[in-house]
């Protein structure tokens, strides 16, 4: 029996993990990744370190399951989405740290364009905003001053462009290689066409040679080349068949196939999805209209609808790292429990301005309610509610454009193990919140999507099938009453917001 192993290269660690026919997942190996933040608002990784952590944990997992007796017939890659890597191809060498998407330092750049009367076209084209959060004011950033000097070896990629390069032999004839759901969160991308826009890339400034080919989310890329591929190694000829941003990736892998359909992913921050078929749905106020993924031959182009919070786990890690008043980040939970509400304290994790449905760089975070008799369960408690009440947020704007709410709302995600976020959720939605048996529903994607193209699953419905239910949360509380303290949030984002903007001359 043969195993699909995902290369997961996230916000804060890289994992590979393994799985099986069955959609089990059998294997992982993770390393941490370590984050720079050179100046406030600032956010860098080391592409090198990225690249090192995939090819360390990606060769652990393959010698356990050779070890085991199990052949790897595929390798899909997820990443960090907008994140920009810097990389000459005829060294290899990175150019300048990665600028990661909860990078802060284009948001006066935005600005400008909007004021300048850019955001309809970039709408229209690419079902985004302008918000630095997106890769091409990233890219004009790095090719100005401070930055690197153009180049006919000059590349200007996403994570997964950088892995799967570097995977596929690297300098030595690695593949130059995006997919749709990646390309479509550059800002340069047009989705309605599926091709690079010759227009936005002008008005960024970005060479269109300095970027990848887009291929197909499912199909063949390319085989595992360079040290990782040669003689005796269980990676010899492997095929790279997979390939999309995580949080599509968390889509397919929950098996999210027919329009209509939404997940949550609580990751550090927070996604939430919805498919929306074959067809690219208008701009909706306060989301983004994304590509979810392109099977090639296998069932062509899906998008999505999608609502993005940028601070979710990254809260806890915050009251873990920041605060010291948790020491790992599975003690929130028994901390939170000890009170029955947060005593009336409201979180905004603003940390790095706010998302979806407000798309504000310039918010900040914001403790609000304190009393006397507050302390760190009532803190624990309300970073725990400011996820939910942020994912209502985005829920309620999709339902808004919709005219109707998701039947159910399916949730994965290092944060979705606790039965109190996702209590709270289903009461602040009324609709169900299902959790399934494997969370790792990124990584599956990913994997799943390069199964499908080799064969090792012969379809969604096959797909589908094996998504099992762990638990589902039903509304608790009464609406009545899970309005007042999202009444009480609403609140305190009004202040949060506009924080960190300049002072006017």
Known sequence: MACVIAVDAGTTGVRALAVAESGAVVDVAYRELGQHFPRPGWVEHDA????AKVAETLV???ARRAGAGQAVAAIGVTNQRETVVAWDRSTGAPLHRAIVWQDRRTAESCDARREAGQLPLIRERTGLVLDPYFSASKMEWLL??????????????????????????????????TDPSNASRTMLYDIVDGEWSAELCDLFGVPLGALPEVRPSCGRIGTVGGDLGGEGSPLQGVPVSGVAGDQQAALFGQ????????????????FVLLNAGPTCPAPAEGLLTTVAWDLGDKGGVTYALEGAVFATGAAIQWLRDGLGIIGEAAEIGPLAARCQDSGGVVVVPAFA?????????YARGTILGLSRGSGAPQLARAVIEAMAYQVRDVVDAMSEVLGRSAAVLRADGGAAVLDLLLQLQADQLQVPVARPTTTETTGLGAATLAGLAEGVWGSLEELGRQWELDRAMTPAMPPELAAIGHGAWLRAVDRARGWARPAEV
Not at 255 to 270: D, H, L
Not at 353 to 361: H, R, Y
């Open 48 to 51: 090198g370190e990225i690249w």
């Open 144 to 177: 100005g001053p401070g930055g690197v000097e153009p180049s006919p070896g000059l590349v200007l990629g996403t994570v997964d462009a950088w892995v799967i390069w570097n995977l596929t032999g690297g300098e030595a004839g690695g593949i130059l290689a």
């Open 60 to 62: 652990e997992v393959a």
């Open 353 to 361: 301005g706010m998302g979806s449905p407000w798309w504000d760089p």
């Open 255 to 270: 098996a999210c196939f027919e329009p209509g359909m939404a997940k949550v992913t609580y990751g550090t921050g927070s």
